[in-house]
């Protein structure tokens, strides 16, 4: 299995502020997918943000973006105007191209203060 | 569409017993997967299936057996439950998105506690 590390196991921030969530992946492959999840306190898995390697633009969904470097096999997650809705835990995964199974991170847990 | 769909949400089960998750999506998808999230961690791949009398083990494969005799069920079965099988377990499966993305799509998870 690929590896995925998520460096922070918890991060605060205030609400209607950024913060940004860290995510670097081990892969000798080329062409893969990244992806952003949001796990809130119902367990639900809900997808966030797609990221196909291949492309150079950063994926944007809304207050949600992504910088993607993939020299530096890096793919941070930015939650901007946070709202308290945010409140979860935030997985990152990983998936070769040829491959349907995913490698998730340990996860960030997101505290959003009113 | 119902999606994907779990039960039990919640069970107890004492050591040495048997029970089968059961895992269902009306989806159509062909390729489907068990994963188990233990507190505190992100999920690791139990077992999956690329399409109906296809299975293949995943990361964490021990103390679990799959079936998938058609497109629309994918149990899980523990015969022998360990306390180190207390976990939350999510199926899922792959299709695509509204944007035509391919796209995993989660059950509501069953929580399982192993005493």
């Known amino acids: 299995a690929q590896t995925v590390t998520q460096s922070q196991p918890e991060m605060s921030v205030q609400e209607a502020e950024t913060v940004t969530l860290s995510c670097t992946y081990d892969?000798?492959?080329?062409?893969?997918?990244l992806f952003w999840y949001k796990q809130p306190p119902s367990r639900q898995m809900i997808l966030v943000i797609r990221?196909?390697?291949?492309?150079?633009q950063n994926a944007t969904e809304n207050r949600f973006s992504v910088n993607f470097q993939k020299a530096a096999k890096s793919f941070s997650l930015k939650i901007s105007d946070s709202q308290l809705g945010d409140a979860a835990m935030y997985f990152c995964?990983?998936?070769?191209?040829?491959?349907?199974?995913?490698?998730f991170g340990a996860g960030t847990t997101v505290t959003v203060r009113a | 569409n119902a999606g994907v769909t779990q039960t039990p949400k919640f069970r107890i089960l004492k050591i040495g017993q048997s029970m089968t998750l059961q895992c269902t999506q009306d989806?159509?998808?062909?390729?489907m997967y068990w994963y188990r999230q233990d507190p505190g961690m992100g999920l690791k791949l139990i077992y999956y299936?690329?399409?109906?009398?296809?299975?293949d083990k995943g990361e964490v494969p021990n103390g679990y057996n799959v079936s998938r005799s058609t497109t629309e069920d994918f149990p899980l079965r523990l015969e022998l439950a360990a306390p180190s099988q207390t976990s939350v377990y999510f199926c899922?499966?792959?299709?695509?998105?509204?944007?035509?993305?391919?796209?995993?799509?989660f059950g509501p998870g069953t929580r399982l506690l192993v005493l």
């Open positions: 990221q196909e390697a291949y492309k150079q």
């Open positions: 299936s690329v399409g109906a009398g296809i299975t």
């Open positions: 892969t000798s492959e080329s062409d893969y997918y």
């Open positions: 899922a499966s792959i299709g695509p998105s509204a944007r035509g993305q391919e796209t995993q799509y």
């Open positions: 989806m159509n998808h062909n390729y």
């Open positions: 995964a990983y998936r070769f191209s040829n491959d349907y199974k995913l490698s």
